[in-house]
């Protein structure tokens, strides 16, 4: 077998991605910092957004699943009266309005926008179109027609107006949600048209700006070992999944891919105060010596490791 290039790096890098920069990109530059093995990113940010992006190394990656499914907290900027082809500033402009939205009207459209809602994301953007990326197929002139996809905004917030032609937001929202499409709807809804001018995450799940690290930071450091506040645990995005404390031999047994069972009372025991539900099939993280060993299933007494770790 050929050995891989690189370091052996495992755990999560918060890094604040800046403006003019892809995702890929991003993910590429932080590989190379660090010279690690294996790396990929939680959560696309577009070229023109700056701020939280989630980059997993190593075993890391097994846990990407997880940080995707967590809220995210945009800070965004709407332009009102053109409407661009891309949905941000990056476009082309395809249409143009006089009317721009009162602090009034604005504040009465954002309830409409909450909840579990359905959103058409922009023409440019990486969905597949019978195995080609939409966007790929926008840029050469073909008329992309997207679906609407279920989307969950919790919150949006009236920031300020800095001028008349703009307006700032806070949004809170779920998995697979476009700001873009967002600011595109809130300003048809307003009887205008809008873009997104201005777009910054500030959070994913429990990672949020005010943390993470810039890539020129993170170049700075060289060959030395980034410290704990810079690479963190692979179980990091794991916070809100229950933990199961094994011992050496259940450890082995898991490392093996085997089934454990617990039917003795210390045991059923242990799955209670971990939390874990005996009706319904839940997940845990299995810890061993105070390390993520495997994340597993939970069916009753049953255990099934999904994902082990090689730690």
């Known amino acids: 077998m050929r050995k891989k290039k690189g370091n052996v790096v495992n755990g999560w890098i918060n890094l604040d991605k800046p403006v003019g920069m892809t995702s890929t990109q991003a993910v590429g530059n932080v590989r190379r910092a660090l010279n690690a ?13 700056s701020g939280v992006l989630p980059i997993a190394l190593g075993e890391a990656t097994k846990t990407i699943p997880y940080c995707q499914d967590a809220l995210k907290i945009y800070r965004f900027t709407v332009t009102w009266g053109a409407a661009r082809d891309t949905d941000d500033a990056e476009g082309d402009i395809i249409a143009t309005s006089n009317l721009r939205p009162t602090l009034e009207a604005i ?15 922009p023409k440019f953007s990486p969905i597949k179109i019978n195995g080609e990326r939409a966007y790929d197929l926008a840029r050469d002139g073909e ?16 920031l300020s107006r800095p001028d008349g032609d703009s307006s700032e937001f806070t949004v809170t929202c779920g998995k697979g949600t476009y700001i873009r499409s967002l600011a595109r709807d809130m300003a048809e809804k307003l009887g205008t048209y809008g873009y997104i001018s201005a777009l910054r995450r500030e959070a994913v799940g429990t990672l949020d700006a005010s943390h993470a690290i810039s890539l020129e930071m993170l170049e700075k450091m060289g060959d030395s070992p980034p410290p704990e506040n810079v690479l963190l645990p692979v179980q990091t995005v794991l916070d809100d999944i229950p933990v199961l404390a094994i011992n050496d031999q259940e450890a082995a047994r898991l490392k093996q891919g085997q089934k454990l069972s617990f039917f003795s009372k210390p045991d059923l025991a242990r799955l209670i105060q971990a939390g874990l539900d005996f009706d ?13 060993l495997a994340l597993v299933s939970v069916k009753g007494p049953e255990i099934k490791p999904e994902r082990v770790f090689n730690l």
């Open 280 to 292: 319904e099939e839940d997940e845990a993280l299995a810890l061993y010596k105070g390390k993520p």
């Open 107 to 121: 504040e009465a459209v954002l309830l409409a926008f909450l909840g579990d809602i359905e959103q058409v994301p």
């Open 143 to 158: 008329d992309v027609t997207l679906k609407p996809r279920p989307v969950y905004i919790e919150s949006l917030h009236l």
């Open 37 to 49: 093995q294996k790396a990929g990113h939680a959560g696309t940010l577009d070229p023109l957004a």
